[in-house]
């Protein structure tokens, strides 16, 4: 028996990245492919398409149900994950995962339950750190893990990520990347036994929505409460630490790096201080235009009130849009520090 699961994950920078996986892939596949790309979950993904055109082999979005076929790409359709059960392709509206769906951790996930070491799970460029649990998962069931080389990737945060947490087998660069997965699909799978792990069982549970999992006491739930709320839902967020690898997960599902949480956290602020900017703004606005009634009436001691409010409003909302534009400075000139990852993801 030979590796014949492949199961890759991208981000920005995908695209053009899985144009060059797909034209040198063999023309004759010795297995099955599974693609998932973060992409908006209302939108339309034309990227089956794309890859058809890109190369010879049979590229599709994934369908609920049905058979797994050697020699196929499948693809995963915005707003589901795409999960692998054996023989079968599932999709699921799941929770979210690091702010996505789909996500390609969960994907990474069921296809290292289903398949064992079958599986090769390969990471491609991206922002923050997506698929890097599910690449922990891949090897603790004994598959093989290819990461697209960091200084190759258009985005390299993703990859390095990898590199950073997971033993990896091999880091290519993407031209090098068919025949590495050729390889190692060629190289028989050890007799070995690797159980899957029960924290892998239930993150998978939780990922395909199972209400059995999300209604599980909380001493069965992996991980401890942490004192973070999560931002999709509010709810409390149990902190999994994965080896050196700590991840976060609420009751119903939800599931963010720490990476990703921080990136989500900043995004709450910054719509949260443009908010509170607004409202300064509009108030101090307001307080003018009460004054200037309260003037034309003769009530200049009312008047001068409702200046000197207008005024205070004004010193708040500069503060806060010089706390805007610095930021902004940060993301976007490198003579003030690294560009802000998340705007890219």
């Known amino acids: 028996m030979n590796r014949d699961i492949v199961v890759v994950g991208a981000s920005a920078g995908g695209i053009e990245a899985l144009q060059h996986l797909v034209r040198d892939l063999p023309a004759k596949l010795a297995g099955s492919m599974f693609v998932t790309v973060h992409f908006p979950e209302h939108g339309t993904s034309v990227l089956p398409r794309i890859l058809s055109r890109a190369g010879t082999h049979p590229v599709l979005h994934a369908t609920d149900g049905e058979s797994i076929v050697p020699g196929r790409i499948y693809v995963a359709p915005p707003d589901f994950h795409l999960l692998l059960e054996p023989n079968v392709v599932r999709l699921v509206r799941g929770p979210r995962e690091n702010g996505n769906r789909p996500a390609i951790d969960p994907m990474f996930r069921s296809a290292a339950l289903a398949f064992g070491p079958r599986v090769i799970g390969v990471v491609l460029t991206g922002n923050l750190d997506d698929g890097t649990a599910g690449l922990r998962a891949v090897k603790r069931r004994g598959g093989v893990a290819i990461v697209q080389s960091p200084e190759d990737a258009m985005f390299s945060s993703m990859p390095q990520s990898a590199i950073d947490h997971v033993n990896v087998d091999r880091v290519v660069p993407i031209r090098a990347m068919a025949r590495a997965i050729a390889d190692a699909m060629a190289q028989p799978v050890a007799t070995s036994q690797f159980p899957p792990a029960k924290e892998d069982i239930m993150e998978n549970e939780l990922s395909a929505a199972n209400l059995d999992a999300i209604g599980a006491p909380e001493g069965e739930h992996t991980g401890h409460s942490s004192p973070y709320s999560c931002p999709d839902c509010g709810g409390v967020l149990w902190e999994i630490k994965d080896g050196d690898f700590m991840r976060y997960r ?6 963010w790096t720490s990476d990703a949480l921080l990136a989500k ?58 706390a805007l534009m610095t930021d902004r400075d940060t993301q976007v000139n490198p003579d003030v520090g690294e560009a802000n990852p998340r705007r890219a993801s």
């Open 265 to 322: 956290q900043a995004d709450t602020l910054d719509d949260a201080l443009w908010t509170a900017l607004r409202t300064l703004e509009e108030s101090a606005s307001l307080s003018r235009r009460i004054a200037l009634r309260h003037r034309e009436r003769g009530s200049a001691r009312l008047a001068e009130r409702f200046e000197t409010q207008a005024e205070s409003l004004d010193v708040r909302a500069r503060v806060i849009r010089d």
């Open 250 to 255: 609420c009751r119903v599902g939800h599931a």
